[in-house]
């Protein structure tokens, strides 16, 4: 992380790791928390003796006698129980520290250093069905996650895996036809997606015909029909300006653009038989 803001835990960790560092021989954690008997407790001692074999109150005693006078941001410092470090943050210093966080564009929140990507995979609604309050956790804290990721500098990849592949598509295509691709459309784009599905899943259950008119369309579909495709991205097309108007409410970030369906691995999948075939595993 950059040093150029920071809490005061963070500041005093960096204020005391060379310390802590020379003691050891090597690279020290001071081990700074909050304590609930000072400001801020430094525990790094610990762990120190551990590793070299002296007392960790020996440890706590050398560790300030290197630091000096801390009173820049120390009101006191004090070696307690087995060689815990309690601090007191002098008021000077928190009003420095104040005034720097009140004064930053971002309230003294630091950026990363360098640049590191995140994908965030959330939402995951299908097409042709309705969202329901099952989603609404994974949009609401998806999205706060690439808010804050994206604050402090990630670059983040958000993803919508929607569900918009598979044997469910054979019969609500046929029931597309069904009706007209007028009516369709006209029923989708009300948002009542729901009553689409239940019509041709009520249609699937009851008619044989249509279940087996369904099932070969299946296989249209994963062939590439041409005319079954088109059928398939009206109903994906259509849901997905449901979802964004969806998301536009809850003011989410997920757009069209962070659409990464089902339907984009179908090319794949002769490979992935192929690997099973190949390693005996089918």
Not at 75 to 86: D, K
Not at 182 to 199: H, I, P
Not at 212 to 218: F, I, L, S
Request: net charge negative; proline share 2%.
């Amino acid at each position: 992380m950059a040093s150029d803001m920071s809490d005061p835990l963070s500041l005093l960790a960096e204020r005391f790791r060379p310390a802590f560092s020379s003691v050891a021989g090597g690279d020290a954690d001071p081990v700074v928390r909050a304590s609930d008997r000072a400001d801020a407790q430094v525990n790094g001692a610990l762990a120190v003796a551990k590793a070299t074999g002296k007392v960790p109150r020996d440890v706590a005693t050398e560790v300030l006698t290197i630091l000096g006078d801390m009173s820049d941001m120390c009101e006191s410092t004090e070696v307690a129980g087995p060689g815990f470090i309690n601090v007191v943050f002098s008021r000077a210093f928190l009003e420095r520290e104040l005034a720097a966080m009140t004064s930053s564009s971002t309230l003294g929140v630091r950026s990363i250093d360098g640049k590191e990507t995140v994908v965030v995979d959330y939402s995951a609604p299908n097409v042709a069905k309705e969202m329901h309050v099952g989603h609404l956790r994974s949009t609401v804290i998806g999205d706060a996650l690439v808010r804050m990721l994206s604050f402090v500098g990630y670059t983040t990849v958000r993803e919508n895996h929607i569900g918009d592949w598979g044997t469910p598509f054979g019969m609500l295509i046929e029931h597309l036809i069904d009706l007209g691709e007028t009516e369709a459309a006209n029923e989708l784009s009300v948002g009542d997606l729901d009553s689409f599905y239940k019509q041709a899943r009520t249609k699937f259950d009851a008619n044989d015909e249509f279940k087996e008119r369904a099932r070969a369309r299946v296989v249209l579909l994963q062939g590439g029909d041409v005319e079954t495709l088109r059928m398939w991205k009206l109903l994906v097309g259509e849901s997905t300006r449901y979802f964004d108007r969806v998301y536009r409410s809850l003011d989410v970030l997920l757009t069209a653009d962070d659409i990464m369906g089902e339907s984009a691995y179908n090319h794949l999948l002769a490979q992935v038989v192929e690997r099973l075939d190949a390693a005996k595993m089918l």
